[in-house]
């Protein structure tokens, strides 16, 4: 399976809310040696931005939402660790904290900014979620 068709399964998965699936994808993207970081700028955001597209217009609801996120969530657990293996020796570029904020338990696009931060040298201290402004 090309490296285009490994993506776009990725994206599909995580547009649908299968959690196990896009699990499954994300392993077989990167173990078939697709970059982390196009899984995550060319399947993982842009079903993101779908589904949070859909979910503005009323096309689907919060349960679908969430399921996606879940997705996403658990596809970023294996792509996560292998940006940060290829940029061990970069230098840092900076630190940044990041949270999302008290009332909000959906970490999806914290996770996503989070990536990209990493891969693009910085460290990342991630505070979690619903975190209050004295943390």
Do not use: W, Y
Request: proline residues 4%; negative net charge; contains cysteine.
């Amino acid at each position: 399976m090309d490296h285009s068709m490994l993506i776009k399964e990725l994206e599909k998965a995580v547009v649908e809310g299968e959690e196990a699936l896009a699990d499954e994808a994300a392993q077989r993207a990167l173990g078939a040696g697709v970059d982390p970081m196009a899984l995550i700028k060319n399947a993982i955001q842009p079903a993101m931005n779908q589904i949070g597209t859909a979910f503005d217009c009323g096309d689907v609801f919060l349960p679908e939402l969430i399921r996606a996120g879940d997705a996403g969530k658990a596809a970023l657990k294996r792509i996560i660790p292998r940006l940060s293996a290829a940029d061990a020796s970069a230098a840092q570029a900076g630190t940044v904290v990041i949270a999302t904020m008290f009332g909000d338990n959906h970490d999806i696009r914290k996770n996503v900014v989070s990536a990209l931060l990493v891969a693009n040298g910085f460290k990342v201290i991630d505070a979690g979620i619903n975190c209050t402004p004295k943390m």
